[in-house]
């Protein structure tokens, strides 16, 4: 058996060891068992994938009793890499859930048993090879990731609205991809993706199928307007929770179109790239906006998966765009850039979502405006959530700068070949697209700076912050791992982009084949260059030179602070500072006011405003109370509109039905005898 059969067969094996576990160990060692079994089913995974990345090869082949074939699982080098992501990010989900998931519904035997499900079924999406075992992997995550959400909906009337949501988005993303496989079966006459990948470039089953697959895997990766339920699911699920379906599921998403792009539809049009560029720059747009807005910390880090996942198919569209026009060296490099992103996304969103969690286990708080203060109460979730905001921000030494960086560079270059000009859709959208990318990294900067500053720095501005404590040992770890893979993708970008560049080109079968092994090229220890393009980065370069200036303005600042010792006793002038009060600080929401002013039409806010007078007095007032509240443009425009029709369409249908036998051998009657007028036409 090869060593990919072997790792496959052992992750299912301690899958099913630790459903068993979950059902039979007593509660007080539930969490320890399951979670170290999650673990382990995750490090088996990370190997798995590991070894298939370097070219490995293996199949497992599980036989069924119904009359199909049987399923197949073969990870190829592209599924590697996924499955190495989501089993790099359960991982330390999986230590930190140990902690954080002892008690109450997040502890509850069917919860844990759920994990090493959705674990296992993340996993094996990137490992099959036909679509029915895709499609069957799929429901199985899917299935584990709904349990996990419904964990505590006994308790709160959100967590089943939400579960409720994420059902139906899930469900409709399963049918128009179960609709994209049924098209191109039905053209190829098989179900295996090599059999599917003969389909003809350009027919009419290939744009449809494309089509059904961009909306099912759109919606599972969070693109616009298929994403209403990520405000609602990622807040209302346990944080340990959050950070694996945002930081791992999401992926699979992207995986999902990258196979459809690279493996089974390559050769695509042009008008492929600009549908998926136009949703990735609509998705990273109306995310940003929604988050830099968000005083909810988990609501601003699910918003901000959508942006994410915007720019991650803005580079995957761009590449297609270029790809149709032979602009080969900046479709290689955007290709490499769109995975680097959702590589770096997984390291720094789980990071967040554990540190939102930490947050939430040391105040019982995720209301930015409510905390402050956590910095020196909390300094490892402090730190962590500090590195993970640098790289959601792309700032340098971290995950996101570099893979923006690389992605900047195609778009730049990408609308002229050789100093001509490309085409005029290119010409067009790569400047564009740049502006969005500049817009929404302005734009992510501003929302973690304010995430980060209200809730870490300052002052408390509630009593359960005040009392705030750090976290246990395992959760530290499994922030402290996090971080540390944000900075290792960030520092080390040579290496890790020629090893992500290696995953679409060596196959043979990709749209990047042939021409891509020089798209990437790793300098000296951590650079990376672009070959086709003439751009060179060295991150490690780049932190040398930020110390040289940062730590001689550190230096002064300690001595100062040494030689000037703060006063507690007040000031006849202070300027306000020696009695200021927590109050009197900045909030989350005041902080986004400006740019809530600036984006009135596309955010909608309501405001409610309440004044109370002192006594009878109609000029004295004692108090003014102002609440703002941003819904999401989509749900209230779109689906509830929708879901009211379709209410009222069943209230109609339902008299349809009043108990009359006569009234049902009518319908009988007619149906048989449409029936008849179809069979003989």
């Known amino acids: 058996m090869s060593p990919i059969a072997a790792g496959l067969l052992l992750q299912l094996t301690l899958a099913a060891v630790a459903v068993t576990i979950a059902l039979l160990v007593a509660p007080t060692w539930r969490s320890r068992a399951v979670g170290l079994t999650s673990a382990a089913l995750a490090a088996v995974g990370l190997a798995t994938g590991l070894v298939a990345m370097t070219g490995a090869t293996g199949t497992l082949t599980i036989p069924v009793v119904l009359p199909m074939d049987a399923l197949t699982l073969s990870p190829d080098r592209l599924g590697g890499l996924f499955m190495a992501v989501v089993s790099a990010v359960g991982l330390i989900v999986s230590l930190f859930g140990m902690s954080s998931?002892?008690?109450?519904?997040?502890?509850?035997?069917t919860a844990w048993a759920a994990m090493p499900v959705f674990l296992v079924g993340m996993q094996l999406v990137p490992a099959a090879a036909d679509s029915v075992s895709f499609l069957l992997a799929w429901e199985i995550m899917t299935l584990g990731s709904t349990v996990l959400?419904?964990?505590d909906h006994a308790a709160r009337a959100s967590v089943s609205s939400a579960g409720i949501w994420y059902s139906a988005m899930s469900q409709l993303s399963f049918f128009f991809i179960l609709a994209g496989f049924a098209v191109l079966a039905g053209a190829t006459g098989g179900t295996s993706f090599t059999a599917m990948a003969t389909v003809e470039p350009g027919s009419l089953a290939a744009n449809l199928a494309f089509v059904l697959f961009v909306l099912g895997f759109g919606g599972k990766a969070e693109l616009v307007p298929l994403h209403v339920w990520v405000p609602r699911v990622l807040p209302e699920a346990p944080s340990h929770v959050s950070a694996a379906m945002s930081g791992a599921m999401v992926k699979i998403g992207v995986y999902g179109a990258l196979v459809v792009c690279v493996r089974l539809l390559p050769e695509a049009p042009a008008w492929w790239g600009i549908m998926i560029m136009v949703l990735g720059g609509a998705s990273a747009l109306y995310g940003i906006l929604q988050a830099s807005v968000s005083s909810d910390l988990k609501v601003l880090l699910a918003y901000s998966t959508t942006e994410n996942m915007g720019l991650v198919f803005l580079g995957l569209g761009a590449s297609m765009l270029l790809r149709s026009y032979d602009a080969t060296a900046a479709a290689d490099t955007a290709l490499v850039a769109a995975l680097l992103l959702a590589v770096s996304h997984a390291a720094f969103k789980a990071t967040l979502f554990l540190g939102a969690g930490a947050v939430i286990h040391a105040t019982g708080e995720r209301n930015l405006d409510r905390l402050g203060g956590l910095g020196r109460r909390m300094p490892w979730t402090a730190a962590a959530f500090g590195v993970g905001a640098m790289g959601a921000a792309a700032l340098p030494i971290t995950s996101g700068f570099v893979a923006e960086w690389m992605l900047l560079q195609s778009l730049i270059h990408g609308g002229r070949l050789n100093g001509e000009v490309v085409s005029v859709a290119a010409s067009v959208a790569m400047p564009l697209a740049v502006a969005v990318i500049a817009l929404t990294a302005g734009l992510a900067l501003m929302t973690f700076v304010k995430a980060y500053g209200?809730?870490?720095?300052?002052?408390?501005?509630?009593?359960?912050?005040?009392?705030?404590?750090?976290?246990?040992?395992?959760m530290r770890l499994a922030l402290a791992l996090g971080a540390l893979m944000v900075l290792a993708l960030g520092l080390l970008p040579g290496p890790i982009s020629e090893a992500v560049l290696a995953t679409v080109a060596s196959s043979g079968t990709g749209a990047a084949a042939g021409s891509a092994e020089t798209a990437v090229a790793a300098i000296g220890v951590s650079g990376?260059?672009?070959p086709g393009i003439g751009a060179v980065l060295d991150p490690l370069l780049l932190t040398v030179?930020?110390?040289?200036?940062?730590?001689?303005?550190?230096?002064?600042?300690?001595?100062?602070?040494?030689?000037?010792?703060?006063?507690?006793n007040d000031l006849p002038w202070g300027g306000g500072g020696s009695r200021a009060r927590p109050?009197?600080?900045?909030?989350?929401?005041?902080?986004a006011e400006p740019l809530v002013r600036v984006f009135d039409d596309v955010l909608k806010p309501t405001r409610d405003v309440q004044v109370t007078h002192v006594g009878e007095s109609r000029y004295l007032v004692e108090r003014v109370q102002v609440e703002q509240k941003v819904t999401d443009v989509f749900e209230t425009r779109f689906y509830r509109p929708m879901l009211n029709l379709l209410q009222r369409f069943g209230i109609i249908v339902r008299h349809v039905a009043n108990g009359s036998i006569h009234r049902y051998l009518t319908y009988s009657f007619t149906a048989l005898l449409i029936v008849l007028i179809v069979v003989s036409l």
């Open 101 to 109: 998931a002892r008690r109450g519904p997040e502890g509850s035997r």
């Open 149 to 151: 959400l419904l964990a």
């Open 454 to 474: 209200i809730a870490f720095l300052a002052r408390p501005r509630s009593p359960e912050a005040a009392d705030a404590r750090e976290v246990p040992l395992l």
């Open 528 to 530: 990376v260059a672009l």
């Open 545 to 568: 030179l930020a110390a040289l200036v940062g730590v001689p303005v550190l230096i002064a600042i300690v001595l100062s602070a040494a030689k000037h010792p703060a006063r507690t």
């Open 583 to 591: 109050r009197m600080q900045y909030t989350a929401t005041s902080y």
